[in-house]
C-alpha cells in the first residue's frame, strides 16, 4: 500500500510542477517549478535505471533551470507585449489542462500496450509533461516560456523513454539536447533586447 | 584510423577550433581548404580497404564504437561525403564576400560533421539526437547577438526539437516490429510516429511554414546553407530508414503518401511562388519544392527512385549555394528584399540578377538547366507509371515556380532610381557567380556527370532497390 503510494509521489510532483508551469507567470516562479518537475522526472526515471544514469536527469536538468535563470535575471524586467494577444485567462488555462487530462486519460491504455511492464504512474507523468509543454509551446510567443515549454515536451519523453532505453551515449545525448535548449534559450532571451531586421535597417 | 574519425569527430573538433581564429581572411582560408582537403579525401581515400602510400600500407577502418555504439561509414559513403564537403567548401568560401564567415565557417563545419554522425550512427534511431544538436548549434548562424528572434527561427527550433521524441520513439518499435514482424497494429502505430518525426524533420506540408520566414527575418545565405545541407542529409538518413526496415519498403501506403505529400509540396509551393512579393521568401518555396520533388521520386519506387535521387543532388545543392549567395549580395544593396524595393537593382547587379535567375530556372526546370534532367524524368515516370493527373499536378507547380522567377527578375531589370546599366558586384562575387552559372549550364548539358559522381549511392540503398515502393 505504502509502496504504492510512493510511486504515484514522484507523479504528483511533475503533475504539481507541469500545471504550476502554465498557470505561474512569475519567471523566478517557472524556474522553481522547472525545478521541481526535474525531481519528479529523476525519481521517476530512477524506478527503471541505477540510481547513477537517472541523477543525470537532475543534475542536467537543474543546470538548464541555472542558466535560464542567471540570463533571465542579468536581463531587464519587461513586459512582452506580444503574449497579450495569447488567451490569458485562468478559466482558459482551465479548460486547456481538462483537454489535456482527457488526452491523457485516453492515451495511458495505448502506451501501456506500446511499452511492456511501463508503471502507470510513469506514463501519466510523462504525458501530462509533454501534453502541457505542447499547449502552452501552443499559446506562447514569450521566449522563456517556448524554452520552458520545449524543456517539458523533452522531460516527459525522457520519462517514457527512460523504460526502454538505457544507453549511457543517448542518456549523455539527451543531456546535451537539453543544455542546448536552455543555451538557445538564453540567447534568443538575450537577443530580443535587441531590435529586429526591419527596426534596425530603419 | 577510422572514417567516421575523419569525417564526423575532427569536422566537430575544428568547428570548435575555428573559433578561435580571429582574424576572418584566415578563418576563410582555413575552413575553405579543410573542407575541400575533407571532400577531396572521401574522394580518394578507400574505406574498409588496403592502400599503400610509397611503402607505407595503411587501412581506413569504416567502423568507430563509442561507448558501446557504432558509427559506420561504408566505401558507398564516399560519394555523398564528397558532395557534402565540396559544397560546404563553396559557401564557406562565399561567406567571405559577405562577411558571415564567422558565422557560417565554425558552426557550419561541425554541423556538417554532426550530419555525417546522423548518416553513420548505428543503431539508426540515434541519429535524431545528431540533428536536434546540430539545429540548436546553429541557431547562432541563423541569428546575430544584436538581432531580435523572428518566428520563423522560433518554429525552425521548435520542430526540430519535436523530431527527437518521434524519432526516437518510432526507431525502438521498429526494433520491436523486427523482432516480431506479425503486429500489424503495432506497425501502423510505429509508421504513423515515424511519418509524423519525418513531416517535422522534413518540413512537410502544412510544417514549413518557419521556411520563408527564416529567410525574410535572417541573412538569405546562413538560412540557405542549412536548407542546403539539412534535408539533403536528411533525405538520405530517410533513404536508410527505407532500406533498413522491409515492413516500410514494402508497404503499399507509404508510397501514395509520398506522392501525395510531395504533389501538394510542390503545387502549394509553386502557387505561393507565383504570388510571393518577397526575393527570399520565393527562393524558400523553391527549397520547398525541392523537398517535394525529392519525395514525389522516392514514392516512384527503386531503383528509378534512387536513380532520380542521384540526378538531383548536385542541381540542387549548386541551385541552393548560388541562389542564396546572390541573393545575400543583394541584401547587403537594398534595404528590403521585397520585389518592389528590389526594382531596377538588376542594372546595377547584373550578375546577381543573372545568378538568381538560373538558380531559380534550374530548380524549375528550365531546359538546358541542371534541373531539367531530372524534372523530365519525373515527369515522365509519374506519368507514365502513375497516372497523367499527377504529372499535370507537377507541370501546375513548376510553372508556379517559373512564374516566379519571371516576376522576379522583371522587377530586378524594369527601370528604378537610374535606367542605365553597370556592374556593382566585386570580382570575386561575379567569379563565383559566373562558375556557379557554368556549372548549372554543365550539369544541364551533360547530366550524366551526376551519375558518375553517385553511381555508389545504389549500393548505399541495395535493398531499397529490391523492394516494390
Redesign the interface.
Given at each position: 500500500m505504502w509502496l504504492t503510494l510512493l510511486s504515484w509521489l514522484p507523479t504528483g510532483i511533475v503533475l504539481f510542477a507541469s500545471l504550476g508551469l502554465l498557470f505561474s507567470r512569475a519567471w523566478r516562479a517557472q524556474l522553481i517549478l522547472l525545478a521541481v518537475e526535474y525531481l519528479g522526472v529523476f525519481w521517476l526515471v530512477a524506478m527503471h535505471w541505477p540510481f547513477g544514469l537517472a541523477s543525470v536527469k537532475l543534475v542536467t536538468g537543474w543546470m538548464v533551470c541555472a542558466t535560464l535563470g542567471i540570463t533571465q535575471s542579468s536581463l531587464k524586467d519587461v513586459g512582452d507585449a506580444e503574449e497579450m494577444a495569447w488567451p490569458q485567462g485562468r478559466l482558459f488555462r482551465f479548460f486547456m489542462v481538462a483537454m489535456v487530462v482527457v488526452v491523457v486519460v485516453a492515451l495511458m491504455p495505448?502506451v501501456e500496450a506500446?511499452i511492456p511492464g511501463i508503471d502507470r504512474s510513469v506514463i501519466l507523468g510523462g504525458l501530462v509533461s509533454?501534453g502541457v509543454g505542447i499547449v502552452q509551446?501552443g499559446i506562447t510567443?514569450n521566449?522563456l516560456r517556448?524554452t520552458l515549454s520545449?524543456l517539458m515536451?523533452?522531460a516527459g519523453?525522457e520519462t517514457l523513454?527512460a523504460v526502454?532505453?538505457t544507453?549511457?551515449?543517448?542518456t549523455?545525448?539527451?543531456a546535451?539536447?537539453n543544455l542546448?535548449?536552455a543555451?538557445?534559450g538564453a540567447?534568443?532571451m538575450?537577443?530580443?533586447?535587441?531590435?529586429?531586421?526591419?527596426?534596425?535597417?530603419q | 584510423m577510422s572514417a567516421p574519425l575523419l569525417w564526423v569527430v575532427l569536422p566537430i573538433g575544428m568547428g570548435g577550433a575555428f573559433l578561435l581564429v580571429w582574424q576572418e581572411r584566415w578563418l576563410v582560408r582555413i575552413g575553405t581548404l579543410s573542407a575541400l582537403g575533407l571532400a577531396l579525401l572521401a574522394w580518394w581515400l578507400p574505406i574498409d580497404e588496403p592502400f599503400a602510400i610509397g611503402s607505407l600500407a595503411l587501412k581506413v577502418d569504416g567502423t568507430l564504437q563509442v561507448l558501446g555504439r557504432a558509427f559506420t561509414l561504408e566505401p558507398a559513403h564516399r560519394s555523398v561525403l564528397a558532395m557534402l564537403y565540396g559544397l560546404a567548401a563553396m559557401w564557406f568560401f562565399g561567406s567571405a564576400t559577405l562577411g558571415l564567415a564567422r558565422r557560417v565557417i565554425p558552426l557550419g563545419m561541425s554541423i556538417l560533421g554532426l550530419m555525417v554522425a546522423m548518416l553513420a550512427v548505428r543503431p539508426f534511431l540515434y541519429a535524431a539526437v545528431f540533428l536536434g544538436i546540430a539545429v540548436l548549434l546553429s541557431v547562432p548562424m541563423l541569428l546575430p547577438f544584436t538581432q531580435r528572434p523572428g518566428r520563423g527561427v522560433v518554429r525552425y527550433v521548435i520542430f526540430h526539437t519535436l523530431v527527437i521524441p518521434f524519432l526516437l520513439f518510432a526507431g525502438w518499435l521498429f526494433a520491436g516490429i523486427e523482432a516480431s514482424p506479425g503486429d500489424v497494429e503495432l506497425t501502423v502505430r510505429a509508421t504513423a510516429i515515424f511519418v509524423l518525426g519525418f513531416a517535422f524533420l522534413l518540413s512537410i506540408f502544412p510544417l514549413y511554414t518557419w521556411i520563408p520566414m527564416a529567410l525574410e527575418e535572417s541573412s538569405p545565405y546562413t538560412v540557405g546553407f542549412l536548407l542546403w545541407l539539412l534535408p539533403q542529409a536528411t533525405a538520405l538518413f530517410g533513404m536508410g530508414f527505407l532500406d533498413q526496415y522491409a515492413f516500410l519498403r514494402l508497404s503499399e501506403n507509404l508510397p501514395a503518401l509520398m506522392r501525395f505529400a510531395g504533389l501538394v509540396m510542390v503545387v502549394t509551393a509553386g502557387v505561393y511562388a507565383s504570388f510571393e512579393n518577397h526575393a527570399a521568401r520565393l527562393m524558400g518555396y523553391g527549397i520547398i519544392a525541392e523537398t517535394g520533388f525529392f519525395l514525389l521520386t522516392l514514392s516512384l519506387g527503386a531503383p528509378a527512385g534512387v536513380h532520380l535521387i542521384s540526378l538531383q543532388i548536385l542541381p540542387r545543392g549548386l541551385g541552393v549555394t548560388i541562389w542564396a549567395f546572390s541573393l545575400a549580395i543583394l541584401q547587403k544593396a537594398a534595404p528590403d528584399l521585397r520585389l518592389t524595393t528590389l526594382q531596377g537593382k538588376g542594372r546595377a547587379w547584373p550578375w546577381v540578377t543573372l545568378g538568381i535567375g538560373f538558380a531559380n530556372l534550374s530548380l524549375a526546370g528550365l531546359p538546358l538547366l541542371a534541373g531539367f534532367p531530372p524534372r523530365l524524368l519525373l515527369l515522365e515516370q509519374l506519368a507514365v507509371n502513375r497516372s497523367l493527373g499527377d504529372a499535370l499536378w507537377l507541370a501546375i507547380g513548376l510553372l508556379g515556380l517559373i512564374s516566379g522567377a519571371v516576376r522576379t527578375l522583371g522587377s530586378l531589370v524594369l527601370p528604378g532610381e537610374s535606367a542605365g546599366w553597370k556592374r556593382s558586384e566585386r570580382v570575386q562575387e561575379v567569379i563565383l557567380i559566373g562558375l556557379g552559372i557554368w556549372m548549372l549550364i554543365g550539369l544541364g548539358l551533360f547530366p550524366q556527370l551526376s551519375l558518375f559522381i553517385f553511381n555508389d549511392l545504389s549500393a548505399l540503398f541495395e535493398r531499397l532497390g529490391q523492394g516494390m515502393l
Open positions: 495505448y506500446l509533454i509551446l510567443s521566449l517556448i520545449l515536451v523533452m519523453f523513454y526502454v532505453e544507453s549511457v551515449l543517448l549523455g545525448l539527451l546535451i539536447v542546448g535548449l543555451l538557445s540567447y534568443w538575450t537577443a530580443a533586447a535587441s531590435p529586429t531586421r526591419e527596426e534596425a535597417s | -
